[in-house]
């Protein structure tokens, strides 16, 4: 049972632009909610959380949204850079829980 | 410094092999956790230990699924008789904390079992 959604497999942008990525999520008991970005034969890295306690979080071009009705999340990168160009996981957990549930992740290719 | 390795980074095994997949995590890091990540899904969470105690086994998909942390540094994923759904990147992380936050993943060894 997917806990953690990310319904569009891939995002075009060009360069510049704004990129914006979501997730939904069903499990109302998520508090902490995590970005991860990937290259092809790395691992994960983490780029930016949020706390349910906030609605947004933002550290230099990557901003997080958090709609805890809605059990939404997006994050937003502005201006996009080609170094950009990854696989971008969103995760959640309970926030005295180890567990993470990821999404399946969305492809992000930025044009030059 | 030294981020979270693992070896070996790829590894072919015919159906019915026994494999043994190794994570060096973060130095001091507490946490350790496993991922099964199948082709165009996202990690899924086998199995977490704190120091040398597994604590959460809940993820590994049967008995053939085996993990230990003997002296709360390296652990090892072992697969007993692959099978071809085994087949999967195996990502290992660490933290240096008890509970949640950020997690440092490590390469990930991807097993093609045939």
């Known amino acids: 049972d997917q806990q953690v959604k990310q319904n569009s497999p891939s995002l075009s942008v060009q360069e510049g632009r704004i990129s914006i990525l979501n997730c939904d999520y069903t499990?109302?008991?998520?508090?902490?909610f995590l970005w991860y970005k990937k290259y092809p034969a790395e691992g994960p890295t983490f780029l930016i959380s949020?706390?349910?306690?906030?609605d947004k979080n933002e550290d230099g071009r990557f901003t997080v949204f958090l709609n805890k009705s809605a059990k939404h999340l997006s994050l937003h990168i502005v201006p996009s850079q080609p170094g950009d160009s990854a696989v971008y996981f969103c995760a959640a957990s309970l926030s005295n829980d180890y567990k993470l549930s990821f999404g399946a992740g969305t492809t992000v290719t930025v044009r030059a | 410094g030294a981020g979270v390795s693992q070896s070996p980074r790829y590894k072919v095994a015919k159906r019915g092999q026994d494999v043994a997949l190794r994570c060096d995590p973060i130095?001091?890091?507490?946490?350790l956790f496993w991922y099964q990540q199948a082709l165009g899904q996202g990690p899924e969470f086998l199995t977490y230990f704190q120091n040398e105690a597994q604590l959460d086994k809940s993820g590994l998909p049967s008995d053939r699924f085996f993990a230990e942390r003997p002296e709360g540094s390296v652990s090892t994923l072992k697969i007993q008789r692959t099978q071809q759904e085994d087949s999967a990147v195996y990502l290992c992380?660490?933290?240096?904390?008890?509970?949640?936050?950020?997690?440092?993943f490590g390469p990930g060894t991807r097993l093609t079992v045939t």
């Open positions: 130095s001091g890091h507490v946490s």
């Open positions: 992380a660490s933290s240096p904390g008890l509970s949640t936050g950020e997690q440092y």
């Open positions: 499990n109302s008991m998520f508090d902490y």
């Open positions: 949020i706390s349910s306690i906030k």
